[in-house]
């Protein structure tokens, strides 16, 4: 009789099978004439793909039916857990991630294969070989190294549970969502190496590869947003983002992703920057794969933690094969990376597009430079050292700052150069902007000069963007002759590339109020608060009305209704309390009680810190975050704008800009 | 009788006060200490940050240092000895830690380098590849004159 662990075991050997023979047909198909080969193997992975969701599938019916003969969810999940956390928790240890890894990447292979195929046929065969190769590895560690269908030889009667910690729905959503992040770096990086092996780095190429990164840059984007928005709510800490290395290794592809979605516009327009493209595409999935390693293999915390798992050895081979095969390629192809034009100005827009990237590369250097210093530093002198928030805000600000200054002029700027008379015209309402911005904050008595600027660029970047919108709808209405609301939805829809950008760049223009307001305006206290007596901090008033102590089957908790008065006067309440769940007695869980004021989105954010078993007293720690509301709804806009760019259906119509090409190409072609 | 008693009673109540408000002093400055302290048995959470019996014990230790009258740099120096210099979040700007923050300044020089080399590099040559190129940069021209028009 078979169980659910030799189902997926069975599983998960044909998929690793399949994935051989994909690479391997794959590899053989590329020779002229045996197309036969290549077509099998994309075959080949259409059926890798669906063994793997089997496996994945049988893996979620153990944790649904609580088969705790399976090591992995006598780990991971208990009897007590709610059947969706339950789901969760198949990503909750390292060999359920890396089934959901190598679930993801094969699913994407054989959707790649099929799909690249049309666009860029030259292309296709080549990709595919890579992909199967790089999924032989994933494969290969599940089956060989970290399975999650390894079994116990006594069955126990219950699981040890999930972390309380990730007992939470953004559990739920941010590792799958950061994982296809990761994952979906494959395709560019496969599409790269194609490119590389075809020797055509052409606009096909760049094209075909801004369309998958731009799904993995989407994916990662989201998971970081929801990974800081999880962290808020259930760490108890009062921050967001803490440039902690896990975080770090998340945030270095994405801004890379950023940095080529941007310089892609120069090559797919000029022809330039082909040599750049290429890397930024490789070396995006290299560093994802980095991320994994880092995150999985525990190197970080000593160097020493590495040789304790196999799939420490294993990542570090990957990693290094793979990048030493992605820089021989580059070089062997030096020759046919040459642009094909140059520029012209300095204040061209292809020229605030490489200012851009100078600046992107330079945030995901210095971050991933920060965070392998210390393990440079264990392995040159023994010694640990550590490298923190301090350090990355010193060095990441500023040129955080420079970027968001640069979102608002970039787009103002013309391909080719900008005059100054179109300058001029082009900058002023912007300008306008945050000066008067700033002046009226100035005025309000904000003193500090930094964050006057960051706050004169916010506005600016709004100013800039909003100018961009009415200007667009302005210049059609005028054309075609229909009004402004009509005229601004069509562009909007015709021209969705580039209208969805301009919403991505509000979405971090908002992204950096919060992160502004944040970084320069947090107030932190520590309060003692006696039952029905009001106390006072930072414009709040706190009353503390009672104290409720409750027992769960598994858990007991303790929560302090507080009555608040905002400074504005509206009255609210939050529940500041703690609760400890059964089995993990040594870590107490928060649970934050946060109030959000409208319009500033600024949060109370309360912990109960200690309390008296009386409950005439309890102490708390109070947080005023200002504007930290801003970065949801700026994550909200950087999601609505993605889908803006990428919503599949209308194609690319520019109906006045195509009368006026027309119109201009046989004068100028015919001498 | 009663004079001694109110003026011992006077001068108790004004050092209380004197001590709860030093005390609160010494603990705003225990803050930003420990923000940038990393706390020894976390994972990624500084000192000030971290709820764990250990932080606390070294906040404690903070502000009877303080009291004690030692500065900033004494009490951090202390901690280094007792944990390592893997609790300083904030890396110092000497010695091996040096290089953490001269990494970021090489890799910009480099790259600010690369781009004034490739926007200097313009007009030297013209395009390579004219045909497509070429077209599509005159149109663009003649729309932005259009537009300028306008």
Redesign the interface.
Known sequence: MLDLGDLGRIALGFAFGGTVYAAVSGALGLRPGASALALSARNALTGVAVLATLALLILMAAFISHDFSLAFVAQNSSRAMPAPLTLAAVWGGQAGSLLVWAWILSVLSAFASWRVRLRAPDLAPHMTAVLAFLLVFFLGVLVFASSPFDELPIVPPDGQGLNPLLWDTAMQIHPPLLTAGYVSFAVPFALAVAALLVGKVDRTWVRTTRGWMLLAWSFQGAGLIIGAWWAYRVLGWGGYWGWDPVENVALVPWLLATAYLHSAMVQERRGMLKTWNIILALSAYVLAIFGTFVVRSGVLTSVHAFATSLLGPLFFGFLGAVTIAAVALVIYRRPILRGESHFESATSREAGFLINNLLLVSIAAATFWGTIFPLVSEIARGAKVAVGAPFYNQVNGPLMLALLALIGIGPMLSWHRTSFRRAVRRFAVPVATAVAVSGLLAGFGLRQGLPLIAFGAVAFVIGAVSIEFVRGAQTYSRHVGVSLAAAARIVMTTNRRRYGGYVVHLGMALIALAIIGTGFFKLEEPVALTRDQPAVVAGYTLTFKELRFSTAPDLTRVDADILITRPDGIIADVVPGRQIHRGWESQPISRVGIDTSWPAMTDLYVLLTAWDESGDSVTVRVIINPLVGYLWIGGLVYFAGVLVVAWPGTPLRRPVDRRRVEALAPRQTSP | MKWILIVVLALGVGGAFTAVASAEEYEQEM?EIA??L?CPVC????VK???APLARQIRALIVEKLEAGEDREAIVQFLVGRY????????PKSG??L???L??LV??GV??G??AT??W?????Q???AGL?D??????????R???D?
């Open positions: 803050w923000a940038d990393a994972s990624g959470q500084s940050d971290s709820n390592g210099e893997g609790i300083r979040l904030d890396p091996f830690q290089g953490v923050w990494g970021p890799i910009i790259a600010l690369m781009v490739v926007l590099r313009r007009g030297r040559t395009t390579a590849a190129d077209f599509v940069a005159r149109v663009d021209a003649g729309l932005a259009r537009r300028e306008e």
